[in-house]
């Protein structure tokens, strides 16, 4: 597959003489996982469109039936790193680089963006759609940002979207990888609308001919009215929110003082009420320095703003790939997959202060 394949670009015709660019993530055989190419094909074109008066909007959406995307394709990341020599981490540096630029790019978009989401969309992917100006999620979604299970921390801008989500659940979804479903995301705030799947073709359709004005809130407003009238036909499929149904237990779990603190309640959770087995067990395995940085992350980017969160993203990914339990992490899952990961340290106890603040050091 050519370089250019690993994203498609087209223009959609508007109403007006206008035009919607589309841009679709297309390597659905490894679930849209995104490289450094996709990336900067991304920005580039990203800038193309944010300059042209005759595109209004954006849309953004993933190939394939299984996925916007599974994030991030952090095993070449890692397959630099393990190969050695002195250019081993200038690949990883300058993905996560051109990963958040991207990323602020989205949130800061001039123009309607809009990002529809399907079937997997975790870690980076998730990263993706967070800034959209619309986000609209389909029926079996399947939103996390699981770094913990391979000793990474929630970047892509985590510190900031996952600080807003209600009730401290944005710190059990930072500290366990907690998959949340199409209800959830609604109540989490890290989406606006739920469209059925099949209404797709539809929905674009009617996109395409709004009245663009090419005024940029005025045309934000006429996608809204559009998208919220979709989500009222389709509202009545929801499922249960667990976000919401468990906001009570979910308050305490995040409110703990620190990552310990977060490992307990929610141990003491799973006892009561199976459905917070999966997190307990996902922190409990997980990487104790992954869990204690990203608890710290948090903390420190709840006053940030969005910018003052990317950057200290870049500090921590440059960070984590010249320590030991990232590249332990993805070996494990994403590369031998013997999913048996050798963690060093290997308990919470032994992870102390001074390893956690190396990670945020320049």
């Not at 903390?299 to 003052?308: I, K, N, P, T, V």
């Not at 440059?318 to 048996?340: C, P, S, T």
Request: glycine share 10%.
């Amino acid at each position: 597959m050519s370089d250019e394949a690993q994203v498609l670009f087209e223009e959609w015709p508007a109403s007006g003489g206008r035009k919607v660019g589309v841009a679709r993530l297309n390597r659905p055989r490894q679930l849209n996982a995104i490289t450094l190419t996709m990336c900067e094909l991304l920005r580039d074109r990203l800038r193309e469109w944010a300059a042209d008066e005759d595109v209004v909007a954006v849309l953004l959406e993933g190939v394939g039936e299984k996925g916007f995307s599974a994030g991030g394709d952090v095993a070449e990341v890692v397959r630099q790193v393990r190969a050695g020599g002195p250019r081993r981490f200038v690949y990883g540096d300058s993905f996560f680089d051109v990963e958040y630029q991207l990323d602020r790019m989205i949130h800061e978009y001039p123009k309607p963006f809009i990002a529809w989401i399907h079937g997997v969309c975790m870690g980076g992917g998730l990263g993706l759609v967070a800034g959209a100006a619309t986000r609209i999620v389909t029926e079996q979604v399947r939103l996390a940002m699981p770094e913990i299970h391979i000793g990474l921390f929630p970047d892509v801008g985590g510190g900031f979207f996952l600080n807003r989500v209600p009730g401290h659940a944005g710190v059990v979804m930072a500290l366990t990888g907690l998959m949340i479903n199409e209800a959830d995301a609604l109540y989490a705030g890290l989406a606006d609308a739920f469209v059925a799947r099949e209404l797709r073709d539809d929905l674009m359709t009617q996109l395409c001919a709004l009245a663009w004005t090419g005024r940029p809130a005025d045309d934000q407003a006429a996608v809204t009215r559009l998208v919220a009238g979709f989500h009222r036909r389709c509202k009545p499929g929801l499922p249960l929110s667990n976000l919401q149904a468990y906001s009570d237990a979910l308050r305490f779990i995040g409110s703990q003082p620190d990552a310990v603190g977060v490992r307990d309640a929610l141990l003491i959770a799973a006892d009561e009420d199976p459905w917070f087995e999966a997190p307990a067990k996902s922190l409990a395995q997980g990487s104790p320095t992954g869990a204690k940085v990203s608890f710290e992350y948090l903390r420190r980017c709840r006053r940030m703003s969005l910018a003052e969160v990317l950057a200290l993203d870049l500090v921590l990914a440059r960070q984590f790939q010249r320590h030991h339990d990232f590249l332990e992490g993805v070996r494990a899952l994403l590369i031998d997959k013997d999913r048996k990961p050798r963690w060093s340290p290997a308990s919470f106890d032994e992870v102390d202060e001074a390893l956690v603040g190396a990670h945020f050091t320049v």
